[in-house]
């Protein structure tokens, strides 16, 4: 099962990155990522393993609230992980 993933550039030195990853929810393919790119943990994830307030993740364009970590994937979709900033 392979999974289009795209991260916001904050996530890894400013450079946006596209992968396929295996899972079958948000949370195996979040893994996935991880154990490609371990230093994103701490920026997706607080202290209790649950996602940052201003970390989103759509799956083909659609939010994935409530369920977030355990929402559904299927082969061929794909994901966006987007992250909130704001500043003045």
């Known amino acids: ?17 596209k992968m396929d990853v295996e899972g079958k929810t948000v949370r195996e393919c979040l893994k996935a990522v991880i154990k490609e790119y371990p230093h994103m943990e701490k920026k997706l994830f607080d202290k209790n393993g649950k996602l940052k307030g201003f970390i989103e993740v759509l799956v083909n364009g659609k939010g994935t609230t ?7 994937v299927q082969d061929g979709d794909s994901m966006a992980v987007l992250v909130f900033l704001s500043g003045g």
């Open 1 to 17: 099962m392979s999974i289009n993933v795209t991260l916001h550039p904050y996530l890894h030195d400013g450079v946006e990155v």
């Open 66 to 72: 409530p369920l977030e970590l355990e929402y559904p």
